[in-house]
């Protein structure tokens, strides 16, 4: 991975994440932890990766402080923890309360596989927590076994139905469909989150492994998922200007008022519209899912930087940003970390 050096930085102006193309980042999403308890085919090999070693991960103070820097300084109001496995972070539910602390206050989710939510739902809401999105790929056992590799699903289940009672709503699930694996399984998902309440989001897989083994030829496409839920249910586009730069397309099922959303990153990409910026659980700003570059704050942090240096750094790091992420070009990279040491 190349990390971008001060002397590559150009100077920036304004006071928000702005790129040379008009964007604006508002949405940061902050990896907690590359650490993952389950072994999803789509993400990582059956052994595991090699873990970042805890001195390189940012301290509990340091996540902190970084966010702070993103709300106070920046112009960032939502915040989406994520990991690897966010929940396997110790200091997350006083990150939390510290986080929704700040003022102004932004709004504070959570992207979970849902493992250990049963236990510490309660604890988050009350730290302030606002909502969570909990992967669940497919509602059969048997086929959560070999889409994880772990026995699980009943502790995901159990974590969907305690994020509702505890009030982080609406609960959102995110599914990817696999060839060969959970492929016709969008109107069981469907059915499962309408009897439930949840708010379902479809994902195309992206090149994110880290085996780097992502096959466009064999992904479930949107317009795939679509005929399956129009087979079973009637879907019509819901109100175009609710999405804004959301990721996700949203349709009423059968008049509404529930929704189904799909996120077509590599069929339908929605580059022009992004305003997210990552910072990886080590510390480094990433201008996009997919940036083949990244942006060390963490060595600046640690040397005694104040906060307007660090919000500076940020600003020029965006400055960069590619027009789009470049899946559909022939001449497409992926990105030498993987979606677990990234952070969704």
């Not at 504070?108 to 606002?130: E, F, W, Y």
């Not at 497919?138 to 076994?145: M, S, Y």
């Not at 942006?295 to 400055?319: F, I, P, Q, V």
Request: charged content about 25%; aromatic content about 4%.
């Amino acid at each position: 991975m190349t990390v971008i050096q001060d002397t590559q930085l150009q100077d920036t102006q304004g006071t928000g994440l702005a790129d040379n193309y008009g964007r604006v980042a508002t949405d940061l999403r902050v990896s907690l932890t590359d650490r993952c308890n389950l072994r999803c085919t789509y993400c990582m090999p059956e052994e595991g990766l090699d873990w970042l070693a805890k001195p390189e991960l940012l301290t509990d103070d340091e996540v902190v402080r970084l966010v702070t820097v993103a709300v106070t300084q920046l112009g960032v109001h939502e915040i989406r923890f994520t990991g690897g496995e966010p929940l396997l972070r110790r200091g997350l539910v006083d990150i939390v309360a510290r986080t929704t602390a700040l003022a102004p206050r932004p709004e504070v989710s959570l992207t979970t596989n849902g493992i250990g939510l049963a236990r510490q739902a309660q604890a988050l809401k009350d730290a302030g927590l606002d909502r969570v999105n909990v992967s669940l790929d497919t509602v059969d056992p048997d086929t959560f076994k070999r889409l994880t590799r772990r026995d699980r699903m009943k502790d995901v289940l159990a974590g969907l139905t305690a994020a509702q009672e505890a009030g982080l709503t609406p609960v959102k699930v995110n599914a990817v469909l696999m060839r060969g694996l959970n492929e016709a399984e969008a109107p069981q998902l469907l059915e499962f989150c309408l009897e439930h309440g949840y708010e379902l989001r479809f994902i195309e897989q992206m090149p994110l492994d880290a085996q780097h083994g992502w096959d466009r030829a064999t992904m479930v496409t949107a317009d795939e998922i679509l005929a399956q839920l129009t087979d079973r249910f009637h879907l019509t586009p819901d109100d175009a200007s609710k999405r804004g730069s959301a990721p996700a397309e949203s349709f009423l099922v059968d008049g509404g008022p529930q929704t189904v959303g799909i996120i077509a990153s590599v069929t339908r990409p929605f580059c022009g519209d992004c305003d997210r910026v990552r910072l990886t659980a080590d510390g480094q700003v990433r201008d996009c899912l997919f940036a083949r570059t990244e942006s060390d704050l963490r060595t600046a942090l640690r040397a005694g930087a104040d906060d307007a240096e660090l919000a500076d750094r940020w600003r020029r790091a965006m400055r960069g940003k590619l027009p789009g992420h470049g899946i559909n070009d022939p001449s497409f990279l992926q990105p030498s970390r993987p979606m677990s040491a990234i952070g969704g």
